[in-house]
């Protein structure tokens, strides 16, 4: 009996210093992530499933158009650039904090938050949140690695 409690301590103790190393580190955001529209419009809430049904074509039309192949780049020297498909960028500064809160903030000063969710070698997806009683459709965006 004492034997299976000590395996099963050593086992937590394991499992314990796994989830410390597994943290992230800013490092692993550096570089170009494209926005995989498919699968975050295939991933969204009942509520915005309903509001995304009631938009007319022509709008959804154009909120596809501006998320489709969007990309996200992070930089090592901490600066972030947005990009569309149609070339506007959008420029401001990144930083991911220890609970693993990505802020990223214009050159105005208006700041986005997402929590990071999965980060993978080819794999991106944050949780955009929200600001009081804003009405988000995408509110969990995958982006894959280019």
């Given at each position: 009996?004492?034997?299976?409690?000590?395996?099963?301590?050593?086992?937590?103790?394991?499992?314990?210093?796994?989830?410390?190393?597994?943290?992230?580190?800013?490092?692993?955001?550096?570089g170009t992530w494209?926005?995989?529209?498919?699968?975050?419009?295939?991933?969204?809430?009942?509520?915005?499933?309903?509001?995304?049904?009631?938009?007319?074509?022509?709008?959804?039309?154009?909120?596809?158009?501006?998320?489709?192949?969007?990309?996200?780049?992070?930089?090592?020297?901490?600066?972030?650039?947005?990009?569309?498909?149609?070339?506007?960028?959008?420029?401001?500064?990144?930083?991911?904090?220890?609970?693993?809160?990505?802020?990223?903030?214009?050159?105005?000063?208006?700041?986005?938050?997402?929590?990071?969710?999965?980060?993978?070698?080819?794999?991106?997806?944050?949780?955009?949140?929200k600001k009081g009683?804003?009405?988000?459709?995408?509110?969990?965006?995958?982006?894959?690695?280019?």
């Open positions: 009996m004492k034997n299976i409690w000590t395996r099963f301590a050593f086992l937590i103790l394991v499992f314990h210093c796994y989830s410390i190393s597994a943290q992230v580190r800013p490092e692993q955001l550096i494209v926005f995989d529209y498919s699968k975050s419009i295939d991933k969204i809430d009942e509520q915005a499933q309903k509001d995304y049904a009631l938009m007319p074509e022509v709008i959804k039309s154009q909120f596809e158009q501006s998320y489709r192949g969007r990309k996200l780049i992070f930089n090592t020297n901490g600066s972030f650039i947005q990009q569309t498909i149609d070339g506007k960028q959008i420029v401001g500064s990144w930083k991911l904090d220890n609970n693993q809160n990505i802020s990223v903030t214009s050159p105005q000063g208006g700041t986005i938050a997402f929590k990071l969710v999965v980060l993978s070698d080819a794999i991106l997806v944050l949780q955009l949140q009683n804003q009405q988000i459709i995408l509110s969990q965006w995958y982006l894959n690695k280019n």
